[in-house]
């Protein structure tokens, strides 16, 4: 009685929450597709699978594609004065993560479902991941650069997709201030973009 009495309260505690920081696999940072094939098949994509999730190893191709760090103290994508303002969180069904490029992981913000956040369109609170692009103003003040620097992490998505015939659109299309409160941003924090992603 008491071994069944235990086995039902640990099934019980891993049902209220699964959700964990993520160690991801290290990204494959060599083969894809030509640049140039890349470039013609960019595109937005509208169009999400509901059940079809991206691996773990595709998260960390991906990520790091956007703005991990490809030498010692330097990203993917250029940042006025190497500030490196730019932080990306992962919005999935099971929670947000932060992208911690430094340490190639997944760290967990929340474990809710927070996708009705992710844009007004349908598509986009439906899809299986959305990508928030993240500024931080302590480190770069001017916006416009800040600006110049998600367009980078943006266009390094739309590419990565493309050499993986994967989808994805760029979104301004979202409640900044309401994401911002759900993701515990600072005041020196905002989010610029939110670019879905998937089959
Ligand atoms: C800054 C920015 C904001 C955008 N916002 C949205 C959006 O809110 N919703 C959407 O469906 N597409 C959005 N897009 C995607 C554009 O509509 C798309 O890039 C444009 O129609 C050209 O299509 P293409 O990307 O297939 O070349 C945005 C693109 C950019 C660069």
Known sequence: MKTLFLALALISVSLVSCAQDITLPAAQRSGGMP??????????????????????QQLADLLWSACGYNREDKLTIPTALNRQEITVYAIMP?????????????????????????????????????????????????????????????????????????????????????LAKALNLDENQRVLLVQTVGY
């Open 35 to 56: 640049l140039m094939e890349a470039l013609n098949n960019r595109k937005s994509t509208r169009q999400f699978d509901e059940n079809k999730q991206l691996t773990h």
């Open 94 to 178: 099971d929670g947000v993560y932060r992208y911690d490029a430094r340490n190639n992981a997944l760290v967990l913000i929340t474990d809710q479902d927070l996708r009705h956040l992710a844009g007004a369109q349908e598509f986009a609170q439906k899809a299986l991941l959305n990508i928030a692009i993240v500024s931080d103003k302590s480190k770069m003040e001017h916006d416009i650069y800040a600006g110049v620097a998600a367009g980078a992490v943006m266009q390094n998505i739309y590419l990565w997709c493309a050499s993986n015939g994967i989808g994805t659109v760029a979104r301004g299309n979202f409640d900044g201030e309401a």
